[in-house]
C-alpha cells in the first residue's frame, strides 16, 4: 500500500558530504512526521532526525550542526543532508514515516529498505 524508497547512500571520505533522500508513495492521505533512523553494525536503530507536519525539526545530538532534515510535502519526500560526515556515521540509513491512509484512520508506521553510508576515514 505505501512504499518509501530511498536513495542517495554511498562511501565517501571522512569531512565529506552525502544527500539522502526518500519519497513515499501509495494510499497517502496524511503524513504526521517523516524521519531518519540508522544501524550501524552491531547496534541499535536509532533515531537520526525528524520532521513533522508543521516543518519541526528533531535531531539526535551527535548529528546536530552537521546535518539538515527537509520535506517536500508536495512530493512526500524527505531529505537528509549531511555535512562534515565521520567514520562514526557509517551505518545503514533508513527512512521512516507515520503516516494515514484515509481521513480519520490511525497512523502507520512504515519503513524504507535502508541505504548504507560509509564514511572512510
Known amino acids: 500500500q505505501v512504499q518509501l524508497v530511498e536513495s542517495g547512500g554511498g562511501l565517501v571520505q571522512a569531512g565529506g558530504s552525502l544527500r539522502l533522500s526518500c519519497a513515499a508513495s501509495?494510499?497517502?492521505?496524511?503524513?504526521?512526521?517523516m524521519s531518519w533512523y540508522r544501524q550501524a553494525p552491531g547496534g541499535q536503530r536509532e533515531l537520526v532526525a525528524l520532521?513533522?507536519?508543521?516543518?519541526?525539526?528533531k535531531y539526535a545530538d551527535s548529528v546536530t550542526g552537521r546535518f539538515t532534515i527537509s520535506r517536500d510535502s508536495v512530493k512526500n519526500t524527505v531529505y537528509l543532508q549531511m555535512n562534515s560526515l565521520k567514520p562514526g556515521d557509517t551505518a545503514i540509513y533508513y527512512c521512516n514515516s507515520v503516516l494515514a491512509y484515509k481521513s480519520g484512520s490511525s497512523w502507520y508506521n512504515w519503513w524504507g529498505q535502508g541505504t548504507q553510508v560509509t564514511v572512510s576515514s
Open positions: 501509495g494510499i497517502i492521505f496524511s503524513i504526521k512526521t
Open positions: 520532521i513533522n507536519s508543521t516543518g519541526s525539526t
